[in-house]
């Protein structure tokens, strides 16, 4: 009896729960989004993130949460416009000596921080000795340490000399993020609390971050640049992308990183989705490739490791697993920018060709189809970390390479142990990954042979002397035609040599929804984001707050 | 046997390659490597690993249970108040509650609904009853977690827009009255509540029905039914207090179970409870947090099994008079 | 025999086992394609009478997958269960009888293997050790012995008083034959009934594994990892979740059913 009564309680109030649930139900109605709008502000932007900053003081977090929405927050002396050039942030010009070795910035007049104090030269000196300072935890000072000497001859004017002529230099001045100087000097910056109550210039100023779950940025009435039409950003942090779609769907988010398949097969067969969300595509920044660890035979010599090239289909990898949403590459550059040597053509695909090369390097097909040297089978495994693009290229390689008798094997690895037991010891035989690029076409870190201790970038052990000097003459030749034609021959070697084999540059899609408007389509080569200040949602467009679930 | 824990786990970690500075960041060539070996002699990693527990020890003994390597000095445990008033809360402190919550409502709901499901197996054994309801938790059980969450969400999320599809809060909670607020948080943790509930169900029901099975068959059972008493009064009254007893000693024995997530309806469900924080600890390699959450849950063990002996002996009326003489 | 056949659980769980494990067996016969054939003309297309089951995101046809898939399954079943049980017989039967300080610290082993929550543990040592379908077994299998070990030693407990375990004693059978000959064999009932709800769990916990991208690797097929594939589509792609998704619910619900059906059956207590 006595739990029979606690049971049908339970039941009752399920049920009244259910009630409730239903009752506050929201009726659905059909919006047009296709109409044209005014730009007005006000309304808000969700969108989702899987991963939570970890601190927003851009230097010291590594992660692409905390610089996702530090971006939003802080600013740097300049920036990129839509096509790529550099463009003014909080410095309305700058110029460069006739040595090459000093930059005198001039900071717009009136600049202010968000609480109101005036934004000066002498937060931006005091930015550069944070990064520089050797107590300050932050993997990224080695750029800003080549300035010998930094000085603010007045509040509107902060002057740097280099030891020596550096290009890349102004590419650095575009992601250091310039912090408070009058908050932050007596701060312990390693530790402080700024990191999650931070106070910048930009179009936004934090409002509210509830830890693990979301983080609220509103628009920053004092922003040097401007106030935001969107009144209000919020990231929700969903981990898992099958959850955000199914958010995008039901219109709890408002934008989303979207996958080939979602934008090349889910939307075009839901016309109800098409209705309310548009689909963007733009260049990625950044290719994914095929990495010989150079040290470790057969790959050291060049005529197997140009028989791969030939030996793989790229035009195939980019249909089977971007659906066609990418492009195939020859240079190591973003496609469309000017460092992409144009007299330079991807490997075609050639199976002939890379069994002639493979012969020449003397191996031979035995009476099962696997090529053979000294007895030996040509057998490798390829490693990757943990991402589905790269885990169905590998296995797109490997049937390739099967049919013309290379045995390759798989392994997926989660990141730290790929990076520790793998990478840095160079117990590995071929690498499928991507690199992540600035614009900035300087690339000593990753191809100078000295480059090649544990930790550093030239993982694979590339060494060429021609391409040691041109990387050397690149970072100091700040003329642009010149600097381009040192890279173009740059390109040239990387493709003889075929240290690694370019696979693609998959472009970066997005789905958005039709209530945000200002969006520029087709996107111009900085992507749709970079003016997401100029974005609005029109007001019979926006979510009713409280009842949005 | 804490320190038997301790030991074990904090050997088992530093088996792993890698450690914190190997995060995606560590893979940007603007990155360089004195940063990190800096970072590392911070954080004491260069050093032998005996040394490194013995530090860990040395400050557990102080209850100082550190701060996450990873999200930055966020203390393990509590909050830290810096010197402007600034308050800094604990990754487990955050975590820890709403981990708490979902599971304590899910015991809840697996018990009440597994003795009612257990006792009406019983009771109409071999009957098409008792079969279906064999069958019926037997499902809960073989389903997988993740797919049916998924399929639920797009069912009462997309298709019918009845609950919320993830997070613990709608937008604009904090302009709902305390109630609404309330009805908000439960339809957002209906889904993953029910969802990891209904594995556990098939366990306690099947144990409640032969419990019940048993005791229905002892003579006491048959004398009470000899003596005249309604049925519905032995089986209710007489016969589940006796079955009921075990369920204490399980009850005691989930409790360590209390504090762990479960990392797969956490992701899903974006929910930042303690299976989430254990999951990206342990990708991260972040110490401090894998072992603070590793020493809690020992020590949740230690208490649940005394809980669960006390409870017992209370409950047994069998114990408790014998210890009253 | 008859009372199996008399157990409706038993029965259809053994039923569901029979067709999955037939399935297994002669998958290389009858699987349509090779499970890693690519074809990136028919990515993604729905059920259809080439493709029973539809195609996955790199154009494989899923019903040569899910047979295959379901030789995994098994495969992880079995061995992970193997290990935990011959783990939990060698611990059990050494707690069980010799007890003393051996049992004290073979139980405390097993309380701080038990203070651990599985899951944790097993994602853990796989986030170390690289996934290979090996390790993932090896792992299940070191983690999930406990019960077993318990079973055992309760078991052990109870038949030691036995006379007929006396009777060996004294007659000098050394203790080895004594846990061999007598002991176990009459232990036997717990630990079958152990096994075939350990596989059932094994298979879960695959499938969770894979969820996490700790599973079973590519290119190999699994039904947790064609599952895993599908998530992101699972509105357009359903057959992706659909197969596998059932596929998994009725082996581990097979498993279960005759597991319990068998301890129906072997539980004295149940004659009625």
């Known amino acids: 009896m006595k739990k029979k009564f606690l049971f049908s309680n339970y039941i009752a109030i399920l049920i009244s729960s259910i009630c409730l649930v239903s009752c506050s139900k929201e009726t659905s109605e059909v919006i047009d989004y296709n109409g044209k709008f005014k730009n007005v502000s006000g309304g808000s932007l969700i969108n989702a993130m899987a991963g939570e900053p970890s601190n927003l003081i851009a230097m010291i977090a590594g992660d692409s949460a905390s610089s996702a929405i530090a971006g939003n927050i802080f600013n740097s002396l300049l920036k990129y416009d839509e096509n790529l050039n550099y463009a003014p942030d909080l410095a309305e010009s700058w110029a460069i000596s006739n040595n090459q070795k000093t930059i005198s910035f001039k900071l717009k007049k009136g600049l202010q921080w968000a609480d109101g104090k005036p934004l000066t030269s002498a937060d931006v000196l005091f930015t550069w000795k944070l990064i520089t300072n050797p107590n300050t935890r932050t993997p990224y000072a080695s750029d800003y340490q080549l300035v010998k000497k930094a000085s603010t001859p007045d509040p509107l004017t902060f002057k740097v000399t280099y030891e020596n002529s550096y290009a890349p230099a102004l590419d650095t001045w575009t992601s250091l993020h310039i912090l408070p100087k009058h908050i932050l000097k007596d701060e312990d910056i390693n530790n402080t609390f700024f990191s999650r109550k931070p106070t910048g210039s930009s179009f936004y100023k934090l409002d509210e971050w509830i830890s693990g779950q979301q983080v609220t940025l509103k628009a920053n009435d004092k922003s040097v640049l401007g106030v935001p039409l969107i009144k209000k950003l919020i990231s929700r942090i969903i981990p898992d992308t099958s959850s955000q779609f199914l958010e995008l769907t039901a219109d709890n988010i408002d934008v989303m990183n979207i996958n080939p398949i979602q934008y090349q097969r889910v939307f075009p067969a839901r016309k109800d989705l098409q209705q309310k969300i548009a689909l963007y595509k733009e260049l990625g920044n950044g290719y994914t490739y095929l990495g010989f660890n150079l040290k470790k035979p057969p790959f050291n010599d060049i005529r197997v490791r140009q028989a791969l090239n030939y030996a793989i289909d790229k035009n195939e990898v980019i249909k089977g697993v971007l659906l066609g949403l990418g492009e195939p590459i020859s240079s190591p550059y973003k496609p469309g920018t000017r460092w992409i040597n144009p007299n330079l053509s991807p490997y075609p695909y050639k199976p002939s060709k890379a069994l002639a090369l493979l012969e020449e390097a003397g191996f031979k097909k035995n009476n099962d189809g696997i090529l053979m040297k000294n007895g030996k089978p040509l057998k490798f495994e390829i490693i990757t970390n943990q991402n589905k693009q790269r885990e169905m290229t590998a296995v797109v390689i490997q049937k390739r390479l099967q049919e013309i008798g290379v045995e390759v094997s798989i392994r997926v690895i989660e990141w730290a142990s790929f990076v520790n037991r793998f990478i840095k010891t160079g117990d590995f035989d071929v690498v499928v990954l991507g690199w992540s690029l600035s614009l900035d076409p300087d690339q000593y870190n990753i191809w100078h042979s000295s480059q090649q201790g544990p930790g550093q970038f030239n993982f694979l052990g590339y060494s060429n002397k021609n391409v040691d000097k041109l990387l050397e003459l690149g970072r100091k030749e700040l003329n642009v035609s010149k600097r381009e034609k040192i890279y173009h021959k740059f390109s040239k070697y990387l493709l003889e040599d075929s240290p690694i084999i370019y696979l693609y540059a998959g472009y970066g899609l997005s789905a958005v929804h039709k209530r945000v408007k200002g969006i520029k389509n087709p996107a111009p080569p900085a992507g749709i984001y970079h003016n997401n200040y100029d974005w609005f949602v029109p007001e019979p467009l926006r979510r009713n707050e409280i009842s949005a679930r | 046997m804490l320190i038997g824990i301790s030991l074990v786990s904090f050997f088992i970690m530093h088996l792993a390659p890698g450690d914190v500075t190997s995060s995606e960041a560590s893979f940007n060539p603007k990155a360089s490597e004195e940063s990190r070996q800096k970072l590392r002699e911070l954080y004491n990693l260069d050093k032998p690993v005996i040394i490194q527990y013995g530090l860990w020890v040395k400050r557990i003994a102080q209850l100082d249970f550190g701060n996450s390597f990873a999200s930055h000095q966020k203390p393990v445990l509590w909050e830290r108040t810096d010197k402007s008033g600034n308050v800094t809360k604990g990754l487990i402190q955050e975590s820890l509650p709403i981990t708490l919550m979902i599971n304590l409502l899910g015991i809840c709901i697996i018990f009440s609904i597994s003795i009612f499901l257990g006792t009406l197996s019983a009771v109409r054994q071999n009957t098409w009853v008792d079969r279906s309801i064999t069958l019926f938790v037997f499902i809960g059980f073989a389903i997988p977690g993740f797919w049916l969450a998924l399929l639920l969400m797009y069912w009462t999320g997309v298709s019918n827009q009845w609950l919320p599809i993830s997070g613990l809060h709608s937008l604009g909670y904090q302009n709902l009255s305390t109630f609404h607020q309330f009805i908000d948080l439960l339809k957002h943790l209906v889904l993953p509540v029910s969802i990891s509930s209904l594995s556990g169900l098939a366990g306690i029901s099947l144990y409640v029905r032969n419990g019940m099975l048993d005791i229905l068959h002892q003579d006491f059972i048959t004398t009470a039914r000899s003596k005249g008493l309604k049925e519905s009064k032995i089986v209710f009254i007489h016969a589940l207090k006796n079955a009921v007893l075990p369920l204490i000693t399980i009850v005691g024995l989930s409790i360590p179970g209390l504090i762990g997530g479960s990392v797969i309806a956490e992701s899903i469900f974006a929910i930042p409870g303690m299976g989430k924080l254990f999951y990206d600890s342990v990708l991260m390699r972040d110490f401090p947090v894998i072992m603070g959450i590793l020493t809690i849950g020992s020590f949740l063990t230690l208490i649940g099994n005394l809980l669960a002996d006390i409870g017992y002996a209370w409950a047994d009326p069998r114990v408790r008079k014998g210890l009253v003489k | ?272």
């Open chain 3, 1 to 272: 025999m008859s009372v199996f056949l008399k157990n409706p659980l038993a029965l259809s769980g053994l039923i569901i086992i029979l067709i999955i494990l037939i399935l297994a067996l002669v998958a290389p016969i009858i699987a349509p394609y090779d499970p890693n054939f690519i074809d990136i003309n028919s990515i993604l297309f729905p059920p259809s009478m080439n493709h029973l089951m539809g195609t996955d995101g790199l154009g494989r046809d899923v019903f040569s997958r899910m047979l295959y898939g379901a030789q995994i399954s098994l495969l992880v079943g079995f061995v992970a269960v193997g290990i935990a049980t011959l783990i939990g017989i060698v611990l059990g039967s050494l707690a069980g009888f010799y007890r003393g300080w051996i049992d004290s610290l073979i139980m405390r082993f097993v309380d701080i293997m038990l203070s651990i929550p599985t899951f944790f543990l097993i994602l853990a040592v796989i986030a170390f050790l690289t996934p290979s379908i090996w390790n993932i077994m090896i792992v299940i299998g070191l983690t999930s012995w406990m019960g077993v070990t318990r079973l055992v030693r309760a078991e052990f407990f109870s038949l030691r008083q036995r006379e007929y375990v006396l009777a060996a004693e004294t007659m000098g059978s050394n203790h080895f034959s004594i846990i061999i000959k007598h002991l176990l064999p009459n232990s036997l009932t717990p630990i079958i009934v152990s096994s075939v709800l350990g596989i059932a769990s094994a298979v879960l916990v695959e499938s969770g594994l894979s969820f996490l991208g700790l599973g079973v690797q590519a290119p190999t097929a699994s039904w947790g990892n064609i599952l895993t594939d599908g998530k992101e589509y699972i509105q357009f792609a359903w057959w992706l979740s659909l197969f596998p998704g059932l596929a998994i619910l009725i082996t581990v619900l097979g498993y279960n059913l005759l597991g319990e059906g068998l301890r129906d059956i072997l539980d004295p207590k149940n004659k009625n």
